[in-house]
């Protein structure tokens, strides 16, 4: 498995909530941590929000950061980005001291949101699934993170939910748009007007999450759907997720329409033929790799 740092330094004055801890300063000379630790393996990359003093909070190279993890995903034909926290959390939103201080600019604010945004886009509309793995806190940004990756695996005991009204803020990166497709209105209302939070188990009965498992079996949950999504085509992955995308976005008859059309553009592919003849030879299928 090889490591690669994956982001820019981290900001000095940064804080995920009032009673966050300061952050370590770092020896003289030293390189700071990377905000986005990421790993490569066969079809898969591995993605981590590296700001545990912060409770993995976002700022600036924490975008960037993610932004390579996507280019790398996209470089490397992985089928899976596995995303999630440093040291037991997940995210807890915007670092809002960095929001503070950009506040006196809503230039630099909105500029800060429209990228985030597109990272979560990214993560949407990107050839590869997108695997949320949460423990500790989802909130705020951190819930809109959880919301535009394809599938979520939580630990039970997470706590998940938008919290933007907990500070008299409100979602800017499509928070307030996912959970109104994700949930029914009253439940979307509710977490939207109320800040409250859900555990991992509740968020799963809500359908908020994919699915939430006991803590010490998170990984284990983990690492076998990352062995089921690597071994699908990589190709019948993108049209996939294609064809979600487009029912998310079009009137249903254009999206069954484009279903059909992209199942026919998929059905000369070569790794059809290889999933039919290992159907007929009873085996499991060998799909080729991206270069």
């Not at 995920?16 to 300061?22: N, S, T, W």
């Not at 990107?126 to 919301?147: D, K």
């Not at 799963?204 to 699915?211: E, H, I, N, T, Y």
Request: aromatic share 4%; with cysteine.
């Amino acid at each position: 498995m090889s490591v690669s740092r994956v982001a820019g330094s981290v900001a000095t004055r940064t804080a995920a909530g009032p009673d966050a801890p300061p952050p370590p300063t770092p020896a003289p000379g030293a390189d700071p941590a990377p905000a986005v630790l990421t790993a490569v393996e066969p079809y898969v990359v591995r993605a981590t929000i590296n700001r545990p003093a912060r409770r993995n909070a976002i700022d600036l190279a924490v975008i960037e950061g993610l932004e390579r993890a996507i280019d790398l995903a996209d470089a490397t034909g992985a089928r899976a980005l596995v995303l999630r926290g440093a040291a037991g959390t997940f995210c807890a939103g915007a670092d809002l001291r960095v929001l503070e201080e950009m506040s006196v600019d809503p230039h630099r604010v909105e500029t800060f949101m429209v990228r985030l945004a597109l990272v979560l886009r990214r993560l949407e509309t990107a050839r590869f699934v997108s695997v949320a793995v949460v423990e500790g806190h989802a909130v705020a940004g951190g819930c809109e993170i959880l919301l535009a990756c394809d599938i979520s695996v939580a630990a039970t005991d997470a706590r998940i939910g938008d919290r933007h009204l907990e500070y008299g803020l409100a979602p800017a990166a499509g928070g307030s748009v996912r959970l109104a497709r994700t949930l029914p209105k009253a439940r979307g209302n509710y977490l939207l007007l109320t800040a409250d939070l859900l555990t991992g188990r509740e968020a799963a009965d809500w359908g908020l999450v994919s699915v939430a498992v006991p803590p010490a079996h998170l990984e284990s949950r983990v690492d076998a759907l990352v062995d089921r999504l690597a071994g699908h085509s990589a190709d019948a992955l993108a049209v996939v997720k294609k064809m979600v995308w487009t029912a998310d976005h079009e009137p249903r008859p254009d999206a069954m329409s484009w279903e059909r059309r992209l199942f026919l553009r998929h059905l000369g592919s070569d790794d059809v033929s290889e999933g039919l003849r290992a159907f007929r030879e009873r085996r499991r299928p060998a799909f080729r790799a991206d270069d």
